[in-house]
């Protein structure tokens, strides 16, 4: 069994000092780039654990061939790996 | 701003510059400004036949893009777009020698003004949309979109497409096919592009980068427009899509032209210099396009940084704009499809 806190715990315990502490006493010129390392901490909190799909080349070669074009489970499907992706990079945009 | 590198030999380049203005050049002072990956930009101060000036000299970096145009073919589109009455910086001298700084550069007339995509949206929001710069923004792509083939000056573009949607998505499969990550809402975007393709137009220049951020602004108005290395044939929608779409209105998103504007002000602006009405149904068809264009170039970008070449936190960020941008592609797709059933 690993020690606790968690890396989840980690990155968010370390994202917050750095929003909250660091970023004020920086200079303007570094706050983009902290904000970006804010960022990314982020999106590896929410990464970890999180559900990943395998691949799908056969799939997206089908949609090309126009193959998939009357199947009507084709957008759901779609809509739901999307929505998946979208839980780690960017949950707010669903 | 940095220092200039030291490699470049002003005194060469004092010469050069003299002999192709036909009165003595003198630099003062030479100042880096902001730079890429791609090209850098130089500013000088010079007198020209003593007459004080302000330039800035472009020239690419060692590692360019493969995708984009080189210095001699943006120097050749500027003069085509100063001549045709767009808003750029007044190119003056081009040269193709590389023994004269060690690259290709071209030296054009320094311009006034910002080219930041979140404070020109933000400006804009902050007065309810600025519609006077959205009709200038439709009015200046109308104005490209005057230059069409043939032109003898810009035979480095090729010859256009017959049909700009087939030749745009036949270079989207082969840009994913090149990448090797398989991305099923992509190709869903795409085919439905394919299923809903609009008859083609006569080609025209299309700028394909024309977006808030790519205009430099002084004062809430257009006083250059920038990055002219995708250029290429193409309908002019390509253009009106890319500048429109969700993706490129930096956070402000009921204001449909580029964050700064209402549609009908944009397309408004076109059909006055342009002549002619731009099909909505057609611009709509693009934002698809630019938004699938858009997650194809977004997806590259973290390749760079994955591939050790260019580890960069800025690209392997990028890359996480990809799921949104394809969720926008589902929708736009889904409604593309109703509307025509």
Redo the contacts between chains.
């Keep these: 069994m690993l020690e606790k806190p968690d890396p989840k715990n980690l990155l968010e315990t370390a994202r917050a000092l750095l929003l909250e502490r660091l970023l004020p006493a920086l200079p303007e010129s570094a706050r983009l780039e902290a904000r970006m390392v804010a960022s990314a901490m982020a999106i590896a909190a929410r990464g970890i654990g999180a559900a990943n799909s395998a691949p799908e080349p056969e799939l997206a070669a089908a949609i090309r061939a126009g193959a998939l074009d009357d199947d009507p489970g084709l957008l759901p499907r779609l809509r739901e790996r999307a929505r998946e992706r979208l839980a780690v990079s960017n949950p707010r945009a669903l | 701003m940095h220092p200039a590198e030291p490699l470049m030999d002003m005194g060469r380049l004092a010469a050069w510059l003299s002999e192709a203005a036909g009165a003595p050049v003198v630099i003062f002072t030479h100042a880096r400004l902001s730079g890429g990956a791609i090209q850098q930009n130089i500013a000088l101060s010079v007198t020209c036949g003593g007459v004080a000036e302000t330039w800035v000299l472009r020239t690419d970096n060692a590692a360019t893009l493969a995708v984009s145009l080189g210095r001699g073919a943006e120097f050749a589109l500027l003069q085509a777009a100063h001549a045709a009455g767009v808003m750029v910086a007044e190119p003056l001298f081009g040269c193709e020698d590389r023994s004269v700084i060690g690259a290709p550069f071209f030296v054009m007339r320094r311009v006034s003004g910002s080219a930041a995509g979140h404070a020109a949206a933000k400006r804009a929001a902050a007065m309810g949309g600025d519609a006077a710069l959205a009709a200038e923004h439709g009015r200046q792509i109308a104005r490209i979109h005057r230059i069409r083939p043939p032109r003898a000056d810009l035979g480095f573009l090729g010859e256009p497409p017959a049909d700009a949607t087939a030749a745009f998505i036949a270079r989207m ?1 082969g840009r994913l096919d090149e990448a090797g ?5 992509l ?2 975007g ?2 439905m592009m ?2 809903q393709a609009p008859a083609p137009l006569p080609a025209v220049l299309c700028h394909n980068d024309f977006r808030t951020g790519n205009t430099m602004q002084d004062a809430g108005r257009i006083t250059a427009v920038l990055d002219w290395e995708f250029a290429a044939w193409g309908d002019p929608h390509e253009d009106l899509g890319w500048f429109t779409a969700r993706c490129w209105r930096f956070g402000q998103n009921h204001l449909e032209a580029g964050g700064i504007g209402p549609m009908e002000a944009f397309l408004g602006g076109y059909a006055a210099e342009a002549g002619w009405q731009p099909d909505p149904g057609r611009v709509r068809f693009w934002q698809l396009g630019a938004t699938i264009r858009w997650a194809v170039i977004a997806a590259d970008q973290a390749a760079r940084h994955l591939s050790g070449q260019e580890p960069s ?2 690209l ?2 990028t890359g ?5 941008l ?2 926008d592609v ?1 929708n736009q797709a ?1 409604a593309l499809h109703a509307g025509k059933a």
């Design positions: 499969r990550t398989p991305r099923p809402a190709e869903y795409l085919r394919e299923r936190l800025e392997a960020l996480h704009m990809v799921p949104e394809e969720w589902l889904e």
